[in-house]
């Protein structure tokens, strides 16, 4: 199975960016997002396994 083949993942907004220029939707702290799961960059912060994604990454906001 290779990375084209995995399903999309549903991550947590943990911190959003001030400056939003590619695009008008906007995210909170807690929102629950769908993304592809080939897109990001993942980093550590403060010892805990982040990943850093672009708007436009963003597949779907679950609203609930």
């Known amino acids: 199975r290779n990375a084209a083949?995995?399903?999309p993942s549903i991550v947590s907004v943990v911190?959003?960016?001030d400056v939003l220029s590619?695009?008008?939707d906007t995210y909170v702290k807690g929102d629950k997002l769908l993304i592809n799961?080939?897109?990001g960059t993942p980093v550590m912060v403060n010892g805990e396994k982040c990943l850093v994604?672009?708007?436009r990454d963003v597949l779907a906001l679950f609203e609930y």
């Open 5 to 7: 083949d995995s399903p």
């Open 15 to 17: 911190d959003t960016s």
């Open 22 to 24: 590619d695009t008008s």
């Open 37 to 39: 799961p080939q897109k």
């Open 53 to 55: 994604i672009s708007c």
